[in-house]
């Protein structure tokens, strides 16, 4: 299993915990019971956090990848994909789509490769 890197995990009742930061997690077995299921041990803090989810569920949100970001990423490939296949269109070819059309696929090309920049740019200052 691999711990996602720079995710926030909710650990219950408001509290939260950066992934990469957790060192162990340890089902409580004694006094367990509501808001009382899981030490969760934490970089830098002698102490465990007490989490009021069970330790399963905890380790599964330390190694997976939220929906969203998995959303965010399939958008970047298709918007790497976009610019890779526009970048094949000729000059010819993009003048008379902007003649018939609407649509200018030079404006297009540069909006999406912005985008793509931008994202990379956030993907960076995350890691």
Known sequence: MRIQTGVIVALGYGKYVRSDRVTSIMPIEEQRGPGRRTFVFVEGQSDPLVASRAE???VRDLVSEPREVTR??????ILRDLLEDLSTVNETVRDIVRDRSSLDLNLTERRIRDAVAELEEVAERAA
Do not use: H, M, P, T
Request: aromatic residues 0%.
């Open 56 to 58: 399963d569920s905890l």
């Open 72 to 77: 965010s990423r399939q958008q970047q490939e």
